[in-house]
């Protein structure tokens, strides 16, 4: 029996589950702005896991890069998510009225 598949479809379902308010709160705090902050954090996951020794854990590192570079088009549908009133705009952000952009 092949156990280590389990626990990385696991953990990979697990990860993409954590990132769902991760990129909900980053875009409620600091807007689509903070896009470079995944892409970097995807290319430290990516290279730690390529140095990772266990099988299992280099997966879930790799899994999480991939997450992170997922979220920043996520990011941006988010901000869209938010014009459309699914979910709240953070109240400080400063809004253009005009066109509804956000500064």
Same mark, same amino acid.
């Given at each position: 029996?092949?156990? =280590?598949?389990?626990?990385?479809?696991?953990?990979?379902?697990?990860?993409?589950?954590?990132?769902?308010?991760?990129?909900?709160?980053?875009?409620y705090y600091f807007?689509?702005?903070?896009?470079p902050v995944f892409?970097?954090?995807? !290319?430290?996951?990516?290279?730690?896991?390529?140095?990772?020794?266990?099988?299992?854990?280099?997966?879930?590192?790799?899994?999480?890069? !991939?997450?992170?570079?997922?979220?920043?088009?996520?990011?941006?549908? =988010?901000?869209?998510?938010?014009?459309?009133?699914?979910?709240?705009?953070?109240?400080?952000?400063?809004?253009?009225?005009?066109?509804?952009?956000?500064?």
């Amino acid at each position: 029996m092949n156990w =280590q598949s389990i626990v990385v479809g696991a953990s990979a379902f697990l990860i993409i589950g954590l990132f769902h308010p991760i990129v909900i709160k980053a875009e409620y705090y600091f807007s689509k702005k903070i896009w470079p902050v995944f892409l970097a954090a995807g !290319f430290c996951f990516l290279l730690w896991a390529f140095f990772m020794p266990g099988q299992i854990l280099a997966c879930a590192l790799a899994v999480t890069g !991939f997450t992170c570079w997922w979220s920043i088009l996520e990011l941006f549908e =988010q901000e869209e998510r938010v014009k459309k009133g699914w979910f709240p705009q953070n109240p400080k952000r400063k809004t253009n009225e005009k066109n509804k952009t956000v500064s």
